[in-house]
């Protein structure tokens, strides 16, 4: 997350992943811009880099909990994604299980769309949307032309990764 004051030109860099979307880092970043630089909300334009999508970002219960305790609009954040496997697909017979609805790890993943809930919290903030610029890309899946990974991705790399970098500065006047 990259933020910058058109009019002070204080800048401001978060990382926003879900431990600090849940902790509002984004909302606590803009008060204390507000706080420390007198910046305005209607004077700020933020970008939300690229980060895991909605499309990868598989969480547990216990993180929709967390979600849903802390923010009114935490419904629209989440989403229910059946994993598509093709031998089950295929052969839907093997999967059966004797357990009763609800009770064996078959169903759907609950994914979230951090994305989204950064840039409701640059609303919540005072930004306008048109302030906002959503990049849209999934480090997890976003690939090159020749089908290497265009990210670094922690998750989907089960903790081998390298690293990314985003920059942002103000020109002196």
Known sequence: MLIADTRTHAVAAFHAGWRGTLARIVER???TLRQEFGS???DLIAAIG???????????????DEFDSQFAYAPGLFSEVYAADPIREKYPMLFLTARAPGHSNLGPQIHLNLWEANRRQLL???????SISVIGECTACTRLRDGRRKYFSHRAEHGFTGRMLSVIGARAS
């Open 29 to 31: 970043g803009v008060g």
């Open 40 to 42: 305005r909300p209607q």
């Open 50 to 64: 690229p980060a895991i999508g909605a499309c990868c970002f598989a969480i547990g219960e216990e993180v929709r």
């Open 124 to 130: 919540d903030a005072g930004l306008t949307a048109s």
